[in-house]
């Protein structure tokens, strides 16, 4: 949300711009991609902006080209990103996948349109959320964030940038198409004032190197292909030095440290934002453009003197477990509106324990709001849900 | 400055071609520059030209959220299917500014209606249809008075390529010309 208090640096910006030039803010260097309609702009811009950062940018012949480049470029050093929508991120699971599994960092933005298949290309949509956790083949955590204004665009970009360094993983920027294409007032900062994590190179003489080792410390350290160092990088199961392995006790330790190094990492991963919740008995579950619609909501009901609070994961993967059990495992009525056809209120309800069993908490009702039909879902929408509740 | 709080809803809306997001932006952007809060959003078709295509700003000095415009208090309506469509979602203490040389037929409403043939008159006193989105943006503006007159002007100042300029400003002086006509009659 835009500031009360504009200064002369206060501009106009489109959501995808400030992606684009949150990553650039973080130090990205390489931008792969092809351009599909609603993520254009945040290509557009990269051609436009890199090249006078010294960076580079190429347009791929497809989105399995852009994701293997970026990948390709991450391993020889540079910091890269692509951006795309749905069916462009349904070809690239495969190369997320790989790049999880060689712990390549890499930034893909999915700025979702509606679905499934090519869809709705103009409209807005959130039905890429699960997509964003299960899209690759195989067992692999997933991080993905999602703003929900053109400032936190920007944030959260630099924060993607900067998580798939210290992670070593290809982390997932989601957004909308509203939100890609929204205009709101941004007041940028001072680029000496951006926290950026820099790749860590290894000290150690290049024969004692191992890019993947058995107890990392993050940031991960990853020397880049030129540097002298040898190492090896496949899809198969690999040893500390990336060559293929068969063995069960070398597999556990590349599957475990997959696992872990986001699993033990929750808190430093894991933003969500409290609206209003300290007194609410009632709660909306809402992330991105649908939380717009829903803090509107609170906004409203509070007026009609229904204590009514949101709360909003701006990390959606891993999934705040524990602080959704933290803040709305207390509350009478859980809604939970959304572009699609219950996506995070599926996770809510594992969470909440269990699918179909909400006795064992205070919460006796998970109201849910789907749309799919192209449209936003509207705060009169979540309010006519909140007075059913109450 | 009028310490009162207040929140506008506006809906720029007819076919893709006619400049409407342009608008859209460049509201918002004199938004900016009179130091309020505002967002702007869009809905367009996949084509370029034609189809249905609209701009909304949302222009307020207090907190807001739903960057979508619901109630319009003002509504700029540019093709008789974008009249159709969104008068009825207009507030009764709204305005409706419409553009006669594409809408014909107004139901009748509780809300204050402006017609003038902003096509026409652009490309009468122009040359050409062009700057009909500017023309009727001044319009919209000097009745409206949403944003300030000269955030109005340096915000398309800003906007528009330098060798567009001159015609812009044009567009905008007689847009405010036919504004003051009917605030006066």
């Not at chain 2, 008068?87 to 500014?97: A, V």
Request: aromatic share 6%; proline share 5%.
């Amino acid at each position: 949300m835009s500031n009360n208090k504009t200064n002369p640096k206060t501009i106009l910006m489109q959501g995808n711009e400030a992606i684009a030039r949150g990553a650039l803010a973080a130090g990205l260097d390489f931008f792969a991609g092809y351009p599909i309609t609603p993520s254009t702009e945040i290509a557009e811009i990269c051609s436009v902006e890199l090249p006078k950062f010294g960076g580079k940018f190429i347009q791929m012949e497809d989105e399995i080209a852009s994701i293997s480049a970026i990948i390709g470029a991450s391993l020889a050093g540079a910091k890269t990103m692509t951006a795309t929508s749905g069916p462009g991120y349904s070809l690239m699971t495969e190369g997320i996948g790989f790049a999880k599994m060689t712990e390549t960092p890499c930034v893909v933005v999915n700025v979702m349109r509606g679905g499934p298949s090519t869809g709705l290309p103009t409209k807005p949509s959130q039905s890429d959320i699960m997509q964003a956790r299960w899209g690759n083949h195989g067992d692999a955590p997933a991080i993905a964030l999602y703003p929900n204004s053109v400032s936190e665009s920007y944030e959260l970009s630099i924060r993607a940038m900067n998580l798939a360094e210290k992670y070593r993983t290809c982390v997932v920027l989601l957004s909308d198409e509203v939100l890609g294409h929204m205009r709101e007032p941004i007041e940028l900062p001072d680029l000496s004032q951006v926290k950026i994590v820099r790749r860590i190179t290894p000290t150690k003489p290049p024969e004692w190197y191992q890019h993947y080792p058995d107890n990392p410390k993050y940031p991960m350290p990853k020397a880049s292909f030129g540097e002298g160092y040898r190492f090896h990088v496949t899809g198969l199961s690999h040893d500390s030095k990336g060559f293929p392995t068969n063995r069960a006790d070398e597999t556990k330790i590349l599957m475990d440290r997959l696992r872990n190094k986001i699993a033990y990492h929750i808190d430093d991963i894991v933003q969500i934002e409290n609206y209003q919740m300290q007194d609410a008995k009632i709660a909306i579950f809402a992330a991105g453009i649908s939380s717009r619609a829903a803090k509107e909501a609170v906004m409203m009901a509070r007026k009609r003197g229904i204590k009514v609070g949101m709360m909003r994961p701006l990390t959606i993967w891993p999934f705040p477990d524990a602080a959704v059990r933290k803040f709305l495992g207390d509350k009478k009525a859980i809604i939970v509106p959304e572009l699609n056809e219950g996506q995070l209120s599926l996770e809510l309800k594992r969470v909440m324990g269990g699918i179909w069993n909400y006795e064992i908490r205070k919460t006796k009702k998970i109201e849910e709001i789907h749309r799919t039909d192209g449209l936003l879902i509207t705060p009169d929408q979540i309010l006519k849900s909140i007075m059913e509740v109450k | 400055m009028n310490k009162e709080i207040f929140k506008k809803e506006i809906r720029l809306s007819g076919s893709g071609g006619q400049g409407l997001i342009t608008a859209g932006i460049i509201l918002a952007k004199a938004a900016v520059l009179d130091k309020v809060r505002v967002t702007q959003t869009q809905s367009y078709g996949p084509e370029s030209r034609g189809g249905a295509s609209r701009a909304d700003v949302i222009i307020s000095n207090d907190e807001f959220y739903y960057p979508e415009a619901v109630n319009f208090d003002v509504l700029l309506a540019l093709t008789q299917e974008a009249c159709e469509k969104y008068s009825k979602n207009l507030k009764d203490s709204g305005i409706l500014i419409a553009d006669t040389t594409n809408v014909k037929d107004i139901v009748h409403l509780e809300a204050k209606v402006y017609e003038l043939p902003f096509t026409e008159i652009a490309m009468k006193k122009l040359g050409t249809i062009l700057p009909t989105n500017i023309l009727s943006l001044a319009f919209l503006v000097k009745i409206t008075g949403v944003v300030s007159e000269s955030s109005l002007k340096t915000a398309v100042c800003d906007f528009v390529k330098p060798q567009f300029k001159k015609m812009n400003l044009k567009a905008i002086k007689i847009g405010f010309k036919l504004a003051s006509e009917e605030i006066i009659s």
